[in-house]
């Protein structure tokens, strides 16, 4: 963590408005010394705690491709800043199959206070002075869940709520990349869209929220290569909403 801040933002110095802005809940592993979280360390490079991938493609859309970010700088077992304050799982207890022991009697408030709020708000703010045409919310997903057999082909896949104008455009731009795009796959926007329901939604501004799988983008040639696909892909869609 910077400066003890819970995020980091990247390319926001010069915003110009109407343009397009990332935002990356879960794209670090960092654990505070002090916060103990019962697990076997080398969980902390897996799935369940960091969208794998993710922070380097955000620090390339914003370094690169003038597309200003918005990046968490905690894990989600420590507090999932993609989940409303009131969901049990925002500090999770559990998490594909896996024992989170430590957060079992935590201080759930201080999480909140410490991490959530924070976070939000200055996405907020930054929102608010970045007056962006589309917001692109980035996460990336396993290829494969140790609790379940469900197969998951899709290379990316885009998730929406009630505001799916921008998802559709851009499930049909990636279809016309060669991928195989997941449509609410392999998690519903339907119950999984607190970040965007919250900062997108709330406020009419049009977004997508980008699932890539993992195993494309683990390298950082993968992630140069999907910065690039994304900037491209995304731009075009910004100019359809």
């Not at 996405?123 to 589309?134: G, H, N, S, T, V």
Request: charged share 25%.
């Amino acid at each position: 963590m910077i400066d003890n801040l819970p995020y980091r933002q990247v390319g926001t110095e010069d915003l110009r408005p109407g343009g397009l802005l990332c935002i990356a809940d879960h794209a670090s592993n960092y654990v505070p010394d002090e916060i103990e979280l019962g697990i076997d360390p080398r969980l902390l490079n897996d799935h369940i705690a960091v969208d794998i991938g993710v922070e380097g493609i955000a620090d390339r859309l914003a370094r690169r491709h003038a597309i200003p970010a918005h990046i968490a700088c905690v894990s989600r077992l420590v507090c999932d800043l993609h989940r409303k304050e009131d969901e049990d799982a925002v500090v999770p207890t559990e998490s594909d199959g896996k024992l989170i022991a430590g957060n079992i009697g935590a201080d759930v408030e201080a999480r909140l206070e410490r991490f959530h709020r924070p976070y939000h708000n200055a996405l907020a703010d930054l929102i608010e002075r970045a007056q962006p045409k589309m917001l692109v919310a980035l996460h990336s997903f396993t290829p494969s869940l140790d609790t379940s057999d469900e197969d998951r082909p899709w290379e990316v896949a885009l998730l929406y709520n009630h505001d799916d104008r921008a998802a559709r455009h851009a499930i049909r731009l990636f279809g016309e990349q060669g991928l195989t795009v997941g449509d609410n796959q392999p998690y519903s926007g339907k119950q999984l869209n607190a970040t965007m329901d919250r900062h997108a939604e709330a406020n009419g501004i049009p977004y997508c929220t980008v699932e890539i799988r993992q195993d494309q983008i683990e390298t950082e040639a993968g992630q140069a290569r999907w910065a690039m696909m994304l900037a491209d892909v995304m731009g075009r869609v910004a100019l359809e909403v």
